[in-house]
Each structure stands twice: as structure tokens, then as C-alpha cells.
């Protein structure tokens, strides 16, 4: 079974700060991985994805991607009081098309 | 252009019963997947379609089934309801569900089962 570890938290940044999500994955052959935010009530909303090792940014977002490790992250910098929800990391299968995501993480950003 | 559409979004069903969601794709998208999620177990990959053919499955149990039209609209079914049935289900699309594409999700359909 492929899994998608994530720290269910809750983590609590103070706004202005820069808040770290991490995620590790099972599924060693996995190219494609993305992050989703989803707000209390919502459906989730891609924000970032990313696919090659190192670091992509969009606006305060970074992705960043390790594969020899098995380990992707979320940056957001400094954050707003509007960045608190729950961040899923999800995994695309190497031998299936199907995403497959993490429990998620919840970010409280404290004013 | 117009987003991800479920019908209906919210539903309450008494166990033994059996309901249909419905849900519509981005204009062009022609991957559509269904994901039930619950507290307890989070987002949970039940089945993708793709022109019209199921193209992966989950680990549901087989009162759960769908299907896609020539149109890309696609349906959900899940028979004979369980108190453990009650979820969100949520219904994403993509152009073509590989590669780097991410997914696009509906607002979901809420389901209750009594």
C-alpha cells in the first residue's frame, strides 16, 4: 500500500512568520507531486505543484522536492491570518495514474 | 470557465437504500476521479475514469461503482447504504489525469445515511 505521511499538527505560526509543511512518501518511483489546501468546509484548492528535485516558488509558496529522500515540503512566508487551514500533500502513482494524499496537515496562523 | 460541478450537494439517505451523484468536469477536462473523505480516514481515491473507461480503482467494496459518458460527465453509485457510508464525496478532473497535471475538485456532495 502506498502511503503519504504528513504531521496531522495542529501547527501554530505567528503571522509574519514563515510556516514549514512537510510530507515523505512511499512510492520511490513518483514523479508528479502537489499541495492543496482546504479550508474548513471547502473542497480542496491545488496550490503548488512541482516535479523536479529542488525548489518552486509562486508568490509567498515554495515547494520543495527531494526524491532520493522521499520527502517533499510547503514554505509559505509571512504568513496571514487567511493561510489557516489544513494543507494536503498528494503523491501521483508511478504505476497508475491516481493521486493519492496525505491525512493532512492543520496550520493555524496566530495574529 | 466554469468549474467542477456535483449534483446534488447535500443528501440524506436511510441505510438499505441506494444513491447516484452526479458530477460534471471543466469544459475539455476528460479525467474525472471520486474521492470519499471522511475525519477519520481523509481523502480516500475510489475510481477514476477516462473516455469513458474505468482507468484505476481503490479499495472499495463493490456497492460503490461509476461511470463517465461520452460527454465526460461521470456518475457515482453506491448501493445498499451504510452508516459508514456518510462522507464527502468529492469528484475532481483533469485534462488527461498524467503526468503533471494536478487535479480540479467540485465543491462536493455531502451524504448522510440514517
Known amino acids: 500500500q502506498k502511503e503519504v505521511e504528513q504531521n496531522s499538527g495542529p501547527l501554530s505560526v505567528p503571522e509574519g512568520a514563515i510556516a514549514s509543511l512537510n510530507c515523505t512518501y512511499s512510492d520511490r518511483g513518483s514523479q508528479s507531486f502537489f499541495w492543496y489546501r482546504q479550508y474548513s468546509g471547502k473542497s480542496p484548492e491545488l496550490i503548488m505543484s512541482i516535479y523536479s528535485n529542488g525548489d518552486k516558488e509562486d508568490g509567498r509558496f515554495t515547494a520543495q522536492l527531494n526524491k532520493a529522500s522521499q520527502y517533499v515540503s510547503l514554505l509559505i512566508r509571512d504568513s496571514q491570518p487567511s493561510d489557516s487551514a489544513t494543507y494536503l500533500c498528494?503523491?501521483?502513482?508511478?504505476?497508475?495514474?491516481?493521486?493519492?494524499f496525505g491525512s493532512g496537515t492543520r496550520l493555524s496562523i496566530r495574529p | 470557465k466554469a468549474g467542477v460541478t456535483q449534483t446534488p450537494r447535500y443528501l440524506i439517505k436511510t441505510r438499505g437504500q441506494q444513491v447516484t451523484l452526479s458530477c460534471s468536469p471543466i469544459s475539455g477536462h476528460r479525467s474525472v476521479s471520486w474521492y470519499q473523505q471522511t475525519p477519520g480516514q481523509g481523502l480516500q481515491f475510489l475510481f477514476e475514469?477516462?473516455?469513458?473507461?474505468?482507468?484505476n480503482k481503490g479499495n472499495f467494496p463493490g456497492r460503490f461503482s461509476g461511470r463517465q459518458f461520452s460527454n465526460s460527465r461521470s456518475e457515482m453509485n453506491v448501493s445498499t447504504l451504510e452508516l459508514g457510508d456518510s462522507a464527502l464525496y468529492l469528484c475532481?478532473?483533469?485534462?488527461?489525469?498524467?503526468?503533471?497535471?494536478?487535479?480540479?475538485f467540485g465543491s462536493g456532495t455531502r451524504l448522510t445515511v440514517v
Open positions: 475514469y477516462f473516455s469513458e473507461t474505468q482507468r
Open positions: 475532481a478532473s483533469s485534462e488527461t489525469g498524467i503526468g503533471h497535471y494536478g487535479y480540479t
Open positions: 498528494a503523491v501521483r502513482e508511478s504505476s497508475a495514474s491516481k493521486i493519492i
